[in-house]
């Protein structure tokens, strides 16, 4: 399947943008042998262009690139090193920001202004957080007997693949590519299908910032094919992997019938947001809306379950139905935009049909649940009310601009037994003025994440991730690092 | 007076045109001091330009800058933002390489080539490391029963710092670097005898756009300007590199007037042990670097040369051999490896130490001289048939003076490397594993090199036992000198 490797693409607002769609590895873009697949801009419906996609041919070529440039080049590069070409990913990054959001924009439908502000600020702050790290991995030196002399490495684990989701498609890829590198390790990484082009943008400025070819690999394809040949090949020896449960489960499967390759999985969310009587309810109802519509409600940690304390039901969901009708529903290339259309067919039908079963579970449509105009994938902020822990609106994921509100009537212990009522635990929010309330709810609650007083504030520095069915192993933060790593014990015996 | 009053032309040696401003450098400006230093050129003795000179009312303002900039404006500034203001500082540093590298030879006498490849280099670099750190300083958070408890490490606020002449800018980055990491505002006394490279990076500080007040650069003699420092009482703490003697007197002041927490990198009579089944030829070139480096003007220097009695002539004669033909010359010719002394006082205090090395009995094997008729140049010296207790043996020279003598096993070699009251640093020559961590254990020094000499990173700790000083510089470990832990326990107002 050929079609030459750069094609002209035009945005909503008429901006011609030229866009790389072959594979990248070894630093160059190459033909996948893997069919054409269509790229389809969720705000119009149209095609942007298509892009080349890989098959395990071309899987396994990316991934011996990898380790051989791990092998011969990368792994003789000193931390310090590593750390510089970060840096400089990183201010590349900055200098064409604006280009990136744009392709972020047209390919996931997210806002420009939300695409230029959050999620590629966060890359350049991801990398410039993760190059600081890179010189400063330490092993330990373990004092046992006067005889022996004992120490720990922390190694790279070689070739690490990677398969990255289309909500945040530079973000996701950042949350791996950084703490990878500055580890040591070389990638293959596998983005959407739904959304290729930021990332052979970004894999220009992995060429330019100095990174040795074969370092970073990127390629696409589907899920099916090229992401099962990743997560099964016998040279990657680990796999990270962002999305569904249901397609985490697969890796993990590819895992352990493959080279058992070291894994981390970010996976899906419910995530109940609590409101207590003492909370400030305006703020509350700030923060609440922001949490679940966020990315169009496409987002893993999305808050998408609240339960508000009864004698403040009322009010708060008047507030936070205000919010609800203030969000700004438009396309992506309008700078008040706050949210964009839903990123694929399959994923509108799909909230669509939740918002269906909601209303025939006996839910309470209180606000929402329509299309927004005729082309594109837009759907209203939604909210429903009267919903309890029994219905498919309050234990599925729907992933889309939909919340669920029920209430409760006792204390901390009651509100937090609703929220850890999910087979999910990815993250959480306490909304309470009081300081006891706040200790112990954030400790009891089983989610990776719990925001007190705000939603969705996440900072490089801290680590992210699931308990439960939401998947396992952090990341950003030092803790990401370790799922990079591999320790080894050195044993020296010196007298005898 | 305005700061331009204070911008002084001059060139090198060789015609390289520099223009500076000798000012204090006080609230990113360039103030007068109280009276006016002049700094010599260790080549030629003669004056290259006046500095402004700290008095009390100039110590106090520094001071009173840093205190209001940290209050004010520092303390609320993120890690982020902390780390970007340095990252910026050390490119202005890249930019301005060159210019560094031609006034810190000029000032220091250090030959042009290693000022550019290692003093400057070092500078950036270990900026940059600690640009890595600033949002990496984490508390801790511990179990303890029914009480929430975890710990801050907080900056201090206000940190001063004293630094020496041997390597001005290297020592300049070694104490900014950290403190400003963890988030303190420094005021840093340069040497009076090498005031002019920190003045360079006074106005770069100020090009990066740092708040006024975090920085602060003076100078001053160390028994006035610097006691002043020593003794302020808003200075929380005081890291000082100099001599033992001095380093004394700064613990003195700091016990005097607030207990301010110190630091104390001083004097080296570092042992170099060379046993035969050393590689021979590697251990004559590290060892000749070990003592000769930086004119011998280094805390670390290896000026006690114990090699093993079976090898002992063979090693003499080549290490003779090798020191003869150190490329001596004048500061800017770019194959310079040894130039001037710097003063004309440290020239005659190393001559003293020949004249009683050779009246207590000890043979010049090679050197003793004064070398040339301009500048305070001294040959490099080797001195055979030393015995323990002659003043060269036990005495620090700073000078490039070595002291060989031989040993017949390890228990010896370890008893006489030991036989000091400094343990600045070591270095071992063998080829025998077991020899090489067994005899690194038992050395009483903070820095042991194997089968090299003086190799630093700026992610490596480096500090001394005994009285070699208190704390250590770079790597992680030189965060804890810049940070106050504070534990906060919180109990909650319900039953646990």
Known sequence: ?496 | MTGSTYITDFKTDRGYELKLNTGLFINNEFVGGDSQIETINPATGKVIAKVEAAGEKEVNAAVDAAEKAFEEVWSKVTPQKRRDYMLKLASLIDRDHEELSQIESLDNGKGISLSRGFDVRELSECIRYYAGWTDKIHGKVIETEGVLSYTRHEPIGVCGAIIPWNFPLLMFAWKLAPALATGNCVVIKTSEMTPLSALKVASLVKEAEFPPGVVNIITGYGHTTGDLLARHKKVGKIAFTGSTAVGRLVMKAAAESNLKKVTLELGGKSPNIIFDDADLELAIKWSFRGVFFNHGQTCCAGTRIYVQEGIYDKFLEKFKAHTQNTPIGHPHDESTFQGPQISQTQYDRIMGYIDSGKEEGATVALGGKRWGNEGYYVEPTIFTDVKEDMKIMKEEIFGPVACVTKFKDEEEAIRLANDSNYGLASAIFSESNKRCIEVSKRIKAGTVWVNCVNVLHANTPFGGFKESGIGRENGEYALDNYTQVKVVKMATTMSP
Request: charged content about 20%.
């Open chain 1, 1 to 496: 399947m050929t079609q030459s490797d750069i094609q002209t693409i035009v945005t909503q607002s008429g901006k011609e943008l030229k866009v790389h769609t072959q594979l990248f590895i070894n630093n160059e873009f190459v033909p996948g042998n893997g069919p054409l697949i269509e790229d389809i801009n969720p705000s119009t419906e149209e095609v942007i262009c298509k892009v080349h996609s890989a098959t395990e041919e071309d899987v396994n070529t990316a991934v011996e690139a990898a380790h051989t440039a791990y092998k011969k080049v990368w792994s003789k590069v000193a931390p310090a090193e590593r750390g510089v070409l970060l840096n400089k990913l990183a201010d590349l990054m900055e200098r064409d920001q604006e280009e990136l959001a744009m392709l972020e924009a047209i390919d996931n439908g997210k806002a420009v202004s939300v695409a230029r502000d959050e999620d590629i600020a966060g890359c350049i702050g991801c990398y410039r957080y993760f190059a600081g790290w890179a010189d400063k991995i330490h092993g330990k030196v373990i004092d046992t007997a006067p005889e022996q002399h004992i120490y720990t490495r922390h190694e790279a684990l070689g070739v690490v693949g990677a398969i990255i989701p289309w909500n945040y498609p530079l973000m996701m890829g950042a949350w791996k590519f950084a703490p990878a590198l500055a580890a040591g390790n070389a990638v293959v990484m596998k983005t959407s299908e739904l959304t290729p082009l930021s990332a052979y943008k970004f894999a220009t400025l992995i060429k330019e910032a100095g990174f040795p070819p074969g370092v970073v690999n990127i390629i696409t394809g589907y899920g099916h094919i090229t992401g099962s040949a990743l997560a099964a090949h016998p040279r990657v020896s680990k796999m990270a992997f962002t999305g569904s449960t249901g397609t985490g489960r697969k890796v993990m499967e590819a895992s352990s019938t493959s080279n058992l390759k070291k894994l981390q999985l970010e996976l899906g969310g419910k995530s109940a947001q609590l409101v207590f009587a003492d909370a400030d309810l305006k703020h509350a109802a700030q923060q609440a809306a922001a949490g679940i519509y966020n990315n169009h409600g496409q987002n893993c940690n999305a808050g998408s379950r609240i339960f508000v304390h009864e004698s403040v039901a009322k009010e708060f969901i008047d507030l936070f139905t205000e919010q609800a009708k203030a969000v700004k529903v438009g396309c992506p290339f309008k700078e008040d935009t706050f949210q964009g259309p839903q990123v694929s067919k399959a994923q509108f039908d799909k909230i669509m049909e939740y918002i269906k079963i909601g209303q025939d579970e006996g839910a309470t449509l209180h606000f929402g649940g329509k299309r927004v105009g005729d082309k594109g994938y837009f759907i209203q902020p939604t909210v429903f009310t009267n919903c309890n822990n029994n219905m498919r609106l309050m234990r599925e994921e729907i992933f889309g601009p939909v919340v669920a509100i029920g209430t409760f009537s006792g204390g901390w212990e009651e509100a937090v037994e609703l929220a850890n009522d999910s087979d999910y635990g990815l993250a959480a929010g306490v909304y309470t003025s009081d300081h006891s309330t706040a200790i112990k709810a954030s400790n009891a609650l089983l989610a990776g994440s719990v925001w007190v007083n705000c939603y969705d504030l996440f900072n490089n520095s801290v680590p992210f991730g699931g308990y439960k069915q939401s998947g396992f192993g952090k990341e950003l933060g030092k803790y990401a690092l370790l799922e990079y790593l591999q320790v080894k014990s050195v044993i020296t015996l010196i007298d005898w």
